[in-house]
C-alpha cells in the first residue's frame, strides 16, 4: 500500500472542469437525470419515506434550510437534504451500478454535491466536477475493497466506500486543499458503514444507510474545512478501510489510471428497478419468452444461473421465494424472474403483484443455482436462463445484462426513463427539469436548476 489517501485527496483538489474529458462530463449529467428520476418518485411513493420524515420531526431535523429535496416542495438544511435525496434515490432500486465494484455511485455522491453546491452558492460546472471526483473516489475505492470479499464479510460498498465518494464530492465544492480532504477522508473512515444484513427480512437499511452515507460525506467534508483533524491514511492504514473491510483489498485498483482512465464511462443504468444481479437473466427470460412464444402455462422449470455475489443477494430460495416486501422484491431472483415471465416486461409499478399467487407459484417453479460459467468474467453481472417445457429444454447466457457501457441506452431511452419516474409528481415541470440538468454547466448557479426539481 502507497499512499492510496492521499492520492486520490490530491486528485480531488486538482480536478478541473475543463481538465475531463466532454464525453465523461456528458455521461455524469445523464447518470445524474437518471437518478434524480428514482429520487422525485421516491419522495411519493416509497414506503419508507414516511418514516425517516417522522424521524426528522421528531428530532428537530426538519426545520427549512436552502437545499434541495427532489420532489419536495420544501427546503432543507444541507446535511438533512443529502440524507433525504440518498434515501430516496436508492429506494426504488432503479438507480445506476458500476459493475466493477458492485455498488451504486450516483446514491451517495449526488446528493452530497448539490447540498453543498446550493449552499456555497457553486456553478453547474463545479457541480459537475465534484460529482465526477466523487465517482471516480467511491468507484475506485470500491474496486480496491473487492466485492466479492467486502459481500463476503457483510458490507454494502454503495453505504462503505461511497461516504469518502460524497466526501469527495462535497470536499471539492468546498475548495478543500488536499490536506483538508485527507482529513475528511479520515472521518469517513470513521463513518463508513452499511450491513448486508437488510437481506434477511427486506429492512430498509439498504436505503438508509446510503442516505447516511451522503449525510456523512457532507460532515466529513464540514468538519475539514473548519480545520477538524481527521485520520491519516484513513484508506491504506493499519485500520484503514481495505484492512477492515476486506480479505482480499487491491490496493492499487485505488488509483490504477487516475486522471486518465475514468471510472465514471463504466457505470451502467438499470432498465428494471430491482438488483443488479436479476437483470442479465431477466433480460434473457424476456427475449426467451418472445423467441419461443412462451407462456407460463407452457413452463415446466426454470433454473438460473448466477455468481455467487448474485446467490448471496438474490438467491436463497428459503428467504426469497415469495418475497412480501418490496425490498424483498427487489432482491428476489425468483420473484422478478416470476414477473419477466408472467409479463414480458417489469417496471416499478409491477411491485403492486407481491404476494399474488399466480407469481408465487410461477416462482415455485424457479430454482437458482451457482453457475461456475459465471465466475472469473471481468463483470459479474451475467445470468444463465434455462427453461423446460414440453417441448425440451430452452437455455440462453447473458454474460452482461442490458443497460452496461457496451449497451449504454440512447438519449431518448434515457429522458423517456427519467420522465416516466419524475412526471407523476412534477406534473408538467419534468421536462423542463430534465433540460436543466442536460445542461448543467450552463448554469452559473446551479440552485437555479435545482429549483426546477421542486
Given at each position: 500500500?502507497a499512499?492510496?489517501t ?34 422525485i418518485?421516491?419522495r ?22 436552502e ?6 416542495s420544501?427546503t ?13 434515490g ?9 459493475a ?52 463476503a ?16 464530492a ?9 490536506e483538508?480532504l ?8 470513521s ?9 434477511v427480512?427486506?429492512a ?14 457532507v ?21 484503514g478501510?481495505l ?27 438499470k ?19 418472445r ?18 455475489n ?9 428467504t ?27 417496471g ?5 403483484r ?6 408465487d407459484a ?7 443455482v ?10 459479474p453481472?451475467g445470468?444463465?436462463v ?11 447466457i ?25 412526471r407523476?409528481?412534477?406534473n ?24 426546477l426539481?421542486?
Amino acid at each position: 500500500m502507497a499512499n492510496e489517501t492521499a492520492t486520490l485527496a490530491a486528485y480531488v483538489a486538482d480536478l478541473k472542469f475543463h481538465d475531463i474529458p466532454h464525453e465523461v462530463l456528458e455521461r455524469a449529467k445523464v447518470l445524474t437525470l437518471d437518478y434524480l428520476g428514482s429520487t422525485i418518485r421516491a419522495r411519493q411513493e416509497a414506503e419508507s419515506t414516511p418514516a425517516l420524515l417522522k424521524m426528522l420531526e421528531a428530532l428537530s431535523l426538519d426545520g427549512k434550510g436552502e437545499a434541495t429535496v427532489f420532489g419536495d416542495s420544501k427546503t432543507w438544511t444541507p446535511a438533512v437534504a443529502a440524507l433525504l435525496n440518498g434515501a430516496l434515490g436508492h429506494s426504488l432500486d432503479f438507480d445506476d451500478t458500476h459493475a466493477d465494484s458492485s455498488l451504486h455511485p450516483s446514491a451517495p455522491v449526488v446528493p452530497a454535491a448539490f447540498a453543498v453546491g446550493e449552499m456555497v452558492g457553486a456553478s453547474g460546472e463545479q457541480v459537475l466536477t465534484a460529482i465526477v471526483a466523487g465517482y471516480e473516489v467511491c468507484c475506485r475505492l470500491g474496486n480496491a475493497l473487492d466485492p466479492t470479499s467486502h459481500y463476503a464479510r457483510g458490507f454494502h460498498p454503495t453505504a462503505t466506500a461511497g461516504t469518502y465518494g460524497a466526501a469527495a464530492a462535497a470536499g471539492k465544492l468546498f475548495g478543500l486543499s488536499t490536506e483538508q480532504l485527507i482529513s475528511a477522508f479520515g472521518v469517513s473512515g470513521s463513518q463508513a458503514a452499511g450491513s448486508l444484513q437488510f437481506l434477511v427480512n427486506g429492512a430498509w437499511n439498504k436505503r438508509y444507510q446510503v442516505g447516511a452515507a451522503a449525510m456523512n460525506g457532507v460532515i466529513a467534508a464540514t468538519l475539514a474545512k473548519n480545520d477538524f483533524l481527521g485520520a491519516t491514511e484513513s484508506v491504506e492504514g493499519k485500520h484503514g478501510l481495505l484492512v477492515g473491510y476486506s480479505d482480499d483489498a487491491h490496493p492499487e485498483k485505488a488509483v490504477a489510471g487516475l486522471g486518465s482512465v475514468y471510472e465514471t464511462m463504466k457505470i451502467g443504468v438499470k432498465p428494471y428497478p430491482s438488483c443488479r444481479y436479476t437483470h442479465a437473466a431477466i433480460d434473457a427470460i424476456i427475449a426467451m419468452r418472445r423467441e419461443h412464444n412462451l407462456t407460463p402455462e407452457q413452463v415446466k422449470r426454470v433454473e438460473i444461473g448466477l455468481h455467487r455475489n448474485g446467490i448471496t443477494l438474490t438467491g436463497d430460495a428459503a428467504t426469497k421465494r415469495h418475497p412480501t416486501s418490496i425490498v424483498g422484491g427487489q432482491f428476489s431472483m425468483f420473484f422478478t424472474g416470476a414477473l419477466a415471465l408472467d409479463q414480458g416486461s417489469f417496471g416499478w409499478d409491477d411491485y403492486k403483484r407481491l404476494g399474488d399467487a399466480e407469481i408465487d407459484a410461477l416462482g415455485d417453479r424457479f430454482d437458482v443455482v451457482q453457475d461456475e460459467r459465471l465466475e472469473g468474467q471481468r463483470l459479474p453481472f451475467g445470468g444463465r436462463v434455462s427453461i423446460t417445457t414440453e417441448d425440451g429444454v430452452h437455455e440462453r447466457i447473458y454474460a452482461d445484462p442490458s443497460g452496461e457501457p457496451s449497451s449504454f441506452p440512447d438519449a431518448q431511452a434515457m429522458a423517456q426513463k427519467f420522465l416516466q419516474l419524475a412526471r407523476p409528481v412534477l406534473n408538467g415541470g419534468a421536462e423542463k427539469f430534465a433540460d436543466a440538468i442536460l445542461s448543467l454547466e450552463r448554469y452559473d448557479r446551479v440552485s437555479t436548476a435545482t429549483a426546477l426539481g421542486r
